[in-house]
């Protein structure tokens, strides 16, 4: 299998700015896309090739890059197939499952090595409609560094969940909001779009979470970097395909990941430190001690500030119709 070389291009400090050409003949003309969206797979044997081409149908100038974790059902060889058609899908091949934080950190560092400017998160179930893709890329092209579709605001919901399943969702975002301060409401959508600038000062290889819980925990890094988070209504539709991965142990570790952020006051020393002008994860100069800042986060005084910024947008009414696929050969890479 052969490893993808493409031609690494940095964007200038404007190009976040320049208007995104949403054509295919705006594709053909760049060897690296301006919006990469990235899909993570394991055991969606039955659903990747539909998304595939509804996100065709929706963006056709947008690359794609599936992150297989070497799915036992051939998720990885249909993805395969898929990139030998389409010059703008790529396969990013990992060695076993290990969470999907770990799938999107490798898959955006990827993206920033090649050159996107907006990086996407979606799932591969069929949950998150790529109609509603064109709606979050122009908020996040007039400013915004990141973008959650979100479920919570007003025009936003959920279709065909369980009771549980809306309980759990319910519960996991009134607690990570209000132990975290976050104004966001729904912290754990996995529907997203990201600057490449936002996630460059995020920086990556701090964050911890493998699982689920990544999503919080880039929600916390984001509004803790002083990043502007709006959020626009989508209609989440639950698989009709395949086993969710939603489980009660993943609701566990997030209970327990945000419980320790709270505890700890994680993030706070980046939220302290910019405001005192410096950029690195430390305790440095002009940031308090760690047990002063554990005593305000206990107290609420640090809940005071808010630097990120959420804002629901307006969004459309419910996306109709149905796509086609389209496409020619592209390199896979091994993790």
């Known amino acids: 299998m052969a490893t993808a070389q493409a031609a690494h291009h940095r964007s200038g400090p ?7 050409d949403l054509s295919a003949a705006g594709a053909a003309a760049h060897a ?12 969606e044997v039955d659903n990747i090739q539909p998304t595939w081409q509804r996100l065709r ?3 056709p100038m947008a690359g794609i890059l599936i992150v297989d974790d070497n799915s036992p059902d051939g998720t990885g060889a249909i993805a395969d197939r898929l990139a030998a058609t389409d010059p703008l899908t790529w396969v990013l091949h990992r060695p076993a499952k290990s969470g999907l934080g770990r799938a999107y950190a490798d898959a955006m560092a990827w993206g920033l090595d090649h050159g996107a400017r907006f990086l996407v998160q979606m799932d591969a179930d ?3 409609d790529p109609a509603a893709l064109p709606q979050l890329l122009e908020v996040a092209q007039n400013g915004a560094d990141l973008v959650i579709g979100s479920r919570y605001v007003a025009g936003g919901s959920t279709r065909g969940w369980s009771h549980w399943r809306l309980v759990l969702s319910h519960a996991g975002n009134t607690y990570a909001r209000l132990m975290l301060r976050l104004d966001v409401h729904d912290a754990t959508s996995g529907y997203r779009v990201f600057s490449a600038a936002a996630l460059r000062r995020i920086q990556l290889g701090t964050l911890a979470s493998k699982g689920y819980c990544f999503l919080i925990e880039m929600t916390l890094a984001a509004t803790a970097t002083g ?7 989508i209609i989440f539709t639950e698989r009709e395909l395949g086993a969710s991965k939603m489980s009660w142990a993943v609701g566990a570790e997030s ?4 419980t320790r952020w709270r505890l700890t ?3 706070l020393a980046r939220r302290t430190e910019r405001q005192h002008g410096s950029s690195k994860m430390s305790w440095s100069v002009g940031a308090e001690p760690p047990w002063k800042v554990t005593r305000w986060r206990l107290t609420g005084r640090s809940g005071t500030a808010r630097d990120g910024l959420s804002r629901p947008v307006p969004g459309p009414s419910e996306p109709q119709g149905r796509p086609t696929a389209s496409g020619r050969a592209v390199a896979t890479t091994d993790a």
């Open 57 to 59: 149908q929706a963006l």
């Open 14 to 20: 404007d190009a976040a700015q320049a208007p995104l």
């Open 255 to 258: 209970l327990w990941n945000v």
């Open 32 to 43: 690296t896309p301006a919006v990469m969206v990235m899909v993570p797979t394991y055991n």
């Open 227 to 233: 990043l502007v988070v709006r959020e626009v209504p």
């Open 126 to 128: 069929g949950s998150h």
């Open 265 to 267: 006051g994680r993030h």
